[in-house]
């Protein structure tokens, strides 16, 4: 009698077990996203409650800033039209408080990282970003340091104090004609645009910099045929640009360009690659993988997400850390992997005739 009194307990205290186990199992499922799942392991019973794959990625790893675009300053003394940076602010970051983000980023795996503006040779006559590179290749030790410029403000001073820490030199060229040059904005006083790339050019030559050359392709230049030109500068690289609208930047009501004008069909663009397909330096790079492969860090530090086509500010890396920001930066990984974000970008790597 008492055996059978126990054995009903025993019944009804694992059927109330089982269903409390239950309740609590989906109660916990039903708080994703957490970072984890609550484990409700209990010795002898089977999972009683509905549960997703174990293989579930709870929390996606975020994306390793491989290669970093660092926009510290939005002024320029270019007025180009279709500029998607544009000077909105003045602000530039303390040169103590950039290296202790550019530290930063090196802890979470940087290893190439491109300054740019903005013009960058406007910030202290060009011994802030001078100080950067230095401090980027002799005390991070990265592989890769390169700038993006127009080049009008550099000078030789500056290669013989800070050259031999500068991987890669870009400089925006955007025709050989310096009329569609004044046309487009790229052009300040009486400086000759398409002559001061030649100069820079053999400088680079002189202080072992790779030399680079980038093109935004627009209504004003999309006719142009540009081979001969690149073929006798000879860059390691010739970077292609479809002209890209962002709103708030160089589209829309609030911003401070309208680059409607200078807007190429999908199709324009794909002639004028057609017409420079010998060109054996030439790096095509149309607005979709432009937009979402780029790891875009402003004036604050902020990765900025443009798949809105706007340019959507994380928080600072300052104030987060490189991990928490970049979640919101809207990077796309494989799509820098696949348009060959990452090549040899080290001049060490390099075989150049310099």
Known sequence: MQLAVLGRLLSVGRAVLAALRGRLGALCWSLAPLPLPL???????RDSAPRPDRERE???APPTPTSVNYHFTRQCNYK????FHTAKTSFVLPLEEAKRGLAMLKEAGMEKINFSGGEPFLQDRGEFVGKLVQFCKQELELPSVSIVSNGSLIRKQ??????????ILAISCDSFDEDV???IGRRQGKKNHVENLHKLRQWCREHAVAFKINSVINRFNVEEDMNEQIKALNPVRWKVFQCLLIEGENSGEDALREAEKFVISDEDFDRFLDRHKDVSCL?????????????ILDEYMRFLNCRNGRK???????DVGVEAAIKFSG???KMFLRRGGKYVWSKADMKLDW
Do not use: A, T
């Open 58 to 60: 709870w929390d996606d």
């Open 158 to 167: 500056w290669f013989e104090k800070y050259g031999e820490y500068l991987d």
């Open 39 to 45: 484990p409700l392991s209990l010795p002898g019973w």
């Open 283 to 295: 790096v095509p790079e149309s607005n979709q993988k432009m937009r979402d492969s780029y790891l």
């Open 80 to 83: 180009c039209g279709f500029c």
């Open 312 to 318: 959507e500010p994380s928080k600072s890396i300052l």
């Open 181 to 183: 040059n004044v046309l």
């Open 331 to 333: 990077f796309d990984e």
